[in-house]
T-cell receptor, first 114, second 114 residues
């Protein structure tokens, strides 16, 4: 069974540019999550999809971040325009139906905004 | 008050010893608790999960939960150099948006000395 895959693994962009991160969850997992780790800080929740619906987006930092999960399969997270403080590692995770199932994480996308 | 707290370490133990990792959390209503291991530059990998008070053993790993004290720990017996990693405590905490968010501590860096 393939795990959670994320693309790209690294991205370096300039302030003001746009970047789109992609996550393919484990097949059949209804729950998809985005998390972010800024250097020196803990991994922080961004948002949670159940199938194609946003269940909880309370962790999204501001309206420069847009997440979609059309069709309830893969998800994208777009940052537009990127700012320096957006640098960090963005993790995607998925889990089967239910709120107590352990999350399976992807390898993350390391975003550097210069 | 931080929601999930861990001693950042580093915690150094000799090979073959028991490593003890501790975590406290703030939400008394939390029901699900997880330990993840993260090697440098890699994704968090689930080690253990525990839902009930008491001990749960899996191989060399034992998770301990005390909901009254809001305390969860991970014991690693017969520590090996390959156990050297950052260990993340994660707790499902009820969010204001009506769902649960997996909330992480900063992690404890463990070094097992050969």
């Amino acid at each position: 069974e393939a795990g959670v895959t994320q693309f790209p693994s690294h991205s370096v962009i300039e302030k003001g540019q746009t970047v789109t991160l992609r996550c393919d969850p484990i097949s059949g997992h209804d729950n998809l999550y985005w998390y972010r780790r800024v250097m020196g800080k803990e991994i922080k929740f961004l948002l949670h999809f159940v199938k194609e619906s946003k269940q909880d987006e309370s962790g999204m930092p501001n309206n420069r971040f847009l997440a979609e999960r059309t069709g309830g399969t893969y998800s994208t997270l777009k940052v537009q325009p990127a700012e320096l403080e957006d640098s960090g590692v963005y993790f995607c995770a998925s889990s089967p139906t239910g709120t107590d199932s352990p999350l399976h994480f992807g390898n993350g996308t390391r975003l550097t905004v210069t | 008050q931080k929601e999930v707290e861990q001693n950042s370490g580093p915690l150094s133990v000799p090979e073959g010893a028991i490593a003890s990792l501790n975590c406290t959390y703030s939400d008394r209503g939390s029901q699900s608790f997880f330990w993840y291991r993260q090697y440098s530059g890699k994704s968090p990998e689930l080690i253990m999960f525990i839902y009930s008070n008491g001990d749960k053993e899996d191989g060399r790993f034992t998770a301990q939960l005390n909901k009254a004290s809001q305390y969860v720990s991970l014991l690693i017996r017969d520590s090996q150099p390959s156990d050297s990693a950052t260990y993340l405590c994660a707790v499902n905490i009820h969010s204001g948006a009506g769902s649960y968010q997996l909330t992480f501590g900063k992690g404890t860096k463990l070094s097992v000395i050969p």
